[in-house]
């Protein structure tokens, strides 16, 4: 590392002293002149930082007479556990009406200035300063932001028994799972509480709690959304998106917050812009046709692997192997399709996560990303965690620290790399099968909404976490790989536990990079010709 700073007018501000505990705790021991030296120069340094001017000039702080956020509050009435904390917001001069009248829930770890910001977990107590880009977006549409919907513990739970707020409930069974991380956001929608919810998804956390509430759920392209002003779990496989009734709102959800914002890295500086980002056009142009010519021409690939989870259970697969059946009525092609790397792609999302992840999401160490850094809460958290924090944690995100600790003291860097080095080949699987087919289709899920513990069971993060085992399988190879997945509700199976309580399962879409509109077209058009609630 070069000098920046001129040494000899550098007062000693570390001495041999200081800097001598501090080599000794990484396993160095220098002699005394190399002691001497870099006394001097890490004294540099140490000026360096201390003349760093303070960054909040260059932060994008909310024009709050603009975006006015009122009664704020945390309420009696959690619907279920859906809400974290309520809030009434609306722009006072919006620059369109694409949401005008539409309510909207933020998810519990997106940055609204002086709004409580949980992440689902006790771990921190943080209220930002800041507003994430997608939310100021919404808000410009002249959309009303009505609060902030409850999330799992760190956003690192498929099942929704653990956010710091408590249990969120299934809208069609108390006592069951509304899917997570985005728990509340699915409930929320489907209870019409509100018309539209974000989700962040970093292996399924749009499209389980879509799956298991009977919404719609948009994972987009990565990097089609900004990420900035919201809690990260991995930038490499960080996205937010929308979450609604019908797909039609989905598409005029995304179209309002889609787009780069000249702050996340996750986004590419060009290509991004006009009809690329259009998106509600091509969803009624579809859906204005005849039922029988609505998907004339278009490929459908239905992923073999998709349909051979461990543990699948039937009444899932047939459900959705019927509603792929239909799109035939609808002019499409419909024809098998094998991409054998799709088996072992969440065993690389499995051991490619836990370093990047314990590092990014729970230390707050963002480094080497060129984004907007929450910097406040990074303040929060020290190079580890704490006995109080760790214990503040679910089972999902206290299994990902202890993972983090093993990989980083047995294994280094190599694991992660080369995973990620894996994952390469994984993807082009994807993108060679989209050459032949416009989307893919697949269950979203392997198996229903399960049964909640017990609140206050303390069973423990084995047996908990024992309750979803392969819920990501056909989800997570999609945030590793990038390309847009939405989650369609397609019919009602019986729970496992009580087979006269059925509960919605969905079917998943998959298209090419920056290909969201093909998702949506082709989810659009099924829904408008079946009534996934009577099949």
Excluded at 191 to 210: E, K, M, Y
Excluded at 294 to 306: A, F, P, Q
Excluded at 366 to 371: A, E, F, N, S
Excluded at 469 to 482: E, Q
């Amino acid at each position: 590392m070069s000098v920046v700073v001129e040494l000899a007018s550098s007062k000693a501000r570390v001495t041999e002293d200081d800097l001598r505990p501090v080599l000794s705790k990484a396993g160095l021991d220098l002699s005394k002149p190399l002691l001497h030296d870099y006394s001097a120069l890490v004294s540099g340094l140490d000026a360096a930082i201390a003349s760093l001017p303070d960054d909040k000039a260059a932060k994008p702080y909310p024009d709050l007479a603009k975006y006015p956020r009122m009664d704020i509050h945390i309420p009696d009435d959690t619907e279920f556990g859906a809400w974290a904390t309520k809030v009434t917001a609306k722009c006072t001069s919006p620059t369109s009406d694409l949401l005008q009248g539409r309510t909207v829930a933020l998810k519990d770890n997106m940055a609204f200035a002086g709004v409580r910001c949980t992440n689902g977990t006790a771990m921190v107590d943080w209220v930002p300063d800041l507003d994430a880009t997608v939310i100021t977006r919404v808000l410009d549409a002249g959309a009303t932001i009505t609060g902030k919907a409850a999330c799992e513990n760190s956003c690192l739970e498929g099942m929704s028994g653990t956010a710091v707020t408590g249990q969120v409930h299934n809208p069609y069974a108390k006592g069951y799972s509304a899917g997570g991380s985005s728990s509340g956001s699915g409930r929320l929608v489907a209870t019409g509480s509100v018309d539209l919810a974000f989700g962040c998804d970093q292996g399924g956390s749009i499209r389980i709690p879509a799956s298991s509430c009977g919404i719609v759920g948009l994972k987009p392209t990565w990097g089609l959304v900004p990420y900035t002003g919201i809690l990260s779990l991995d930038a490499t496989i960080d996205h937010a998106g929308p979450m609604a009734s019908n797909v039609r709102d989905c598409a005029l959800f995304l179209e309002a917050i889609a787009g780069p914002d000249g702050w996340d890295d996750r986004q590419p500086p060009f290509g991004l812009e006009g009809d690329r980002l259009k998106f509600v056009g091509p969803v009624d142009t579809v859906t204005s046709q005849e039922h029988s010519k609505m998907l004339e021409g278009v490929k459908i690939g239905v992923l073999s692997e998709g349909f051979e989870i461990p543990g699948q259970d039937p009444n899932v697969v047939a459900s959705v192997q019927s509603a792929i059946e239909k799109f035939k009525s609808l002019g499409a092609t419909v024809a098998p399709v094998s991409v054998p790397l799709h088996k072992g792609a969440p065993l690389l999302w499995t051991c490619g996560l836990p370093l990047s992840g314990g590092r990014q999401s729970l230390l707050g160490d963002m480094d080497g990303r060129k984004q907007l850094y929450l910097t406040d809460r990074a303040e929060l958290v020290g190079p580890k965690l704490t006995q109080a924090q760790f214990d503040a944690l679910g089972p999902g995100a206290s299994n990902m620290y202890v993972g983090y600790l093993w990989i980083q003291e047995k294994y280094g860097a190599k694991v992660q790399g080369r995973a990620m080095n894996l994952l390469k080949a994984t993807s082009d699987g994807y993108d060679k099968a989209l050459d032949q087919f416009d989307v893919l289709v697949m269950p979203t899920l392997p198996f229903p909404p399960p049964r909640l513990p017990e609140p206050e069971s303390n069973e423990g993060p084995l047996n908990f976490l024992n309750r979803t085992i392969g819920l990501v399988a056909n989800t997570c190879p999609f945030n590793n790989s990038g390309h847009p997945a939405l989650s369609l509700p397609v019919g009602f199976v019986p729970a496992r536990e009580d087979p006269s309580i059925k509960l919605p399962t969905a079917m998943q879409i998959v298209g090419r990079k920056y290909g969201d509109v093909e998702c949506l077209k082709t989810a659009a058009a099924w829904e408008k010709a079946f009534d996934w609630k009577s099949l």
